[in-house]
């Protein structure tokens, strides 16, 4: 405690100091205080903005019933125009009226649905006409459409069932393509049979991949009728290193037991380290 003289009478008198455990109780007050500041300024802010929103909300529902209201005045007009474009055969700017019943829920009225239905129609078929018949996806979009708007259609039917093929043929076609490229090696070849109280399973095997793989061995699995396992063998292949399209006989054998009915194989790396394997279906 520190003892100071007083300025006006220079009697003796005492000052405390705040100390260590004061000066972290005003830190932490400090803390506490500038975190409810910024969290009431943060929700003001917040507050303001959803105000604002609001405000932006209620304009645009105003001006879409004010819109409404203009249509609704001119319906008979823009009915007219429907009718003109649709005999001139000038499919976009029928469509854009169309939109317009669509946009205020004038679709009701009088036979505007039955226009929507013969021009869509009509633009659909000039679309698809332009299409290349290799375009599969673009194809059968259109005929899709279309066969919704005529589900009796026959011609339709058989567009969507051709097309349809077509691209699932297709996706298959790319996923197997994706598959081959992540795989090391392609089973070009396998068989297994009994000899002299052996089994015996062979093929070839192709490096479809762009190095060298060493230490390849073949991984060969047996199995009862029922899809049990009896037993397992290995052996490297023949070739080591494969080479980037290589081919390489394999063969691995092991005693026979009269319950083997299925084998399969497997290709792994001699110290470990399974290789993606293609087969050709």
């Known amino acids: 405690m520190k003892i100071d003289l007083c300025?006006?009478?220079?009697?003796?008198?005492?000052?405390?100091?705040?100390?260590?455990?004061?000066?972290?109780?005003i830190?932490?007050?400090?803390?506490?205080?500038?975190?409810?500041?910024?969290?009431?300024?943060?929700?003001?802010?917040?507050?303001?903005?959803a105000i604002h929103q609001e405000q932006i909300g209620k304009l645009e529902k105003q001006k879409r019933q004010k819109e409404k209201a203009f249509f609704k005045k001119d319906i008979e007009i823009h009915y007219a125009k429907l009718i003109k474009f649709s005999d001139e055969n000038q499919l976009n700017k029928a469509l854009a009226q169309i939109a317009?019943?669509?946009?205020?829920?004038?679709?009701?009225?009088?036979?505007?649905?039955?226009?929507?239905?013969?021009?869509?129609?009509?633009?659909?078929?000039?679309?698809v006409k332009k299409l290349p018949a290799s375009d599969i996806q673009g194809n059968l979009k259109i005929y899709r459409e279309l066969l919704a708007l005529e589900p009796g259609n026959v011609r339709y039917q058989t567009k969507v069932k051709y097309y349809q093929q077509k691209w699932d043929s297709?996706?298959?076609?790319?996923?197997?393509?994706?598959?081959?490229?992540?795989?090391?090696?392609?089973?070009?070849?396998?068989?297994?049979?009994?000899?002299?109280?052996?089994?015996t399973y062979e093929g070839q095997v192709?490096?479809?991949?762009?190095?060298?793989?060493?230490?390849?061995?073949?991984?060969?699995?047996?199995?009862?009728?029922?899809?049990?396992?009896?037993?397992?063998?290995?052996?490297?292949?023949?070739?080591?290193?494969?080479?980037?399209?290589?081919?390489?006989?394999?063969?691995?054998?092991?005693?026979?037991?009269?319950?083997?009915?299925?084998?399969?194989?497997?290709f792994s790396k001699l110290m470990g380290g399974t290789l993606k394997v293609y087969r050709k279906k």
Do not use: H
């Not at 220079?10 to 455990?21: F, H, L, V």
């Not at 598959?179 to 396998?190: G, P």
């Open 27 to 49: 830190l932490i007050a400090m803390v506490f205080i500038g975190s409810q500041t910024a969290n009431y300024n943060k929700k003001a802010e917040e507050r303001k903005q």
């Open 206 to 266: 192709k490096n479809i991949s762009n190095t060298k793989l060493d230490d390849v061995q073949a991984v060969v699995t047996w199995y009862d009728k029922n899809g049990n396992m009896i037993t397992s063998s290995s052996a490297l292949i023949e070739y080591n290193p494969i080479l980037p399209g290589q081919v390489s006989p394999f063969k691995v054998i092991k005693t026979y037991n009269p319950a083997m009915e299925k084998a399969g194989v497997e």
């Open 100 to 127: 317009l019943f669509k946009k205020y829920g004038e679709l009701n009225y009088k036979d505007v649905k039955k226009y929507n239905q013969i021009i869509k129609k009509q633009s659909l078929t000039q679309k």
């Open 170 to 199: 297709y996706v298959r076609e790319k996923q197997e393509k994706e598959y081959i490229a992540s795989c090391q090696l392609e089973l070009v070849n396998s068989r297994w049979s009994e000899n002299y109280g052996y089994a």
């Open 7 to 25: 300025p006006d009478c220079s009697e003796k008198q005492r000052r405390k100091r705040i100390g260590c455990s004061g000066a972290i109780l």
